[in-house]
Nanobody, 128 residues
Framework: QLQLVESGGGLVQPGGSLRLSCAGSEDTFNYYAIGWFRQVSGKEREGVAYISSSDDSTWYADSVSGRFTISRDSAKITVYLEMNSLTSEDTGAYYC?????????????????????WGQGTQVIVSS
């Protein structure tokens, strides 16, 4: 069974940057589309970024577009989320998830569907 492990979270000042990593446990990870989600206690989970398994095309939520970049390194079996110009609104637990179905091929909102595997999450706190 595929396992996902997130890392890279931490405390950062407003305006700062962080890079999150989502590492897969086996090579089959590279055949999955990957989504990054975040959740703040008491609020609904939000999908923030997506990368296709077919052509590495990407999708971003409006709230992070232009500030976050998702990318894949197949050799390292890892997907990254580069986060810049962070604000307190970006605080939350960040999760990566894998889908064998590449929703990005047929949907303008690929993060609204069910995903097959989830990581345990990494906490991001943006505060001065």
């Amino acid at each position: 069974q595929l396992q996902l492990v997130e890392s890279g979270g931490g405390l950062v000042q407003p305006g700062g940057s962080l890079r999150l990593s989502c590492a897969g446990s086996e090579d089959t990870f590279n055949y999955y589309a990957i989504g990054w989600f975040r959740q703040v206690s008491g609020k609904e989970r939000e999908g923030v970024a997506y990368i296709s398994s077919s052509d590495d095309s990407t999708w971003y939520a409006d709230s992070v577009s232009g500030r976050f970049t998702i990318s894949r390194d197949s050799a390292k079996i890892t997907v990254y989320l580069e986060m810049n110009s962070l604000t307190s609104e970006d605080t939350g637990a960040y999760y990566c998830a894998a889908s064998i179905i590449d929703y990005g091929l047929t949907s303008d909102h690929p993060l609204q569907y069910d995903y097959d595997y989830w990581g345990q999450g990494t906490q991001v706190i943006v505060s001065s």
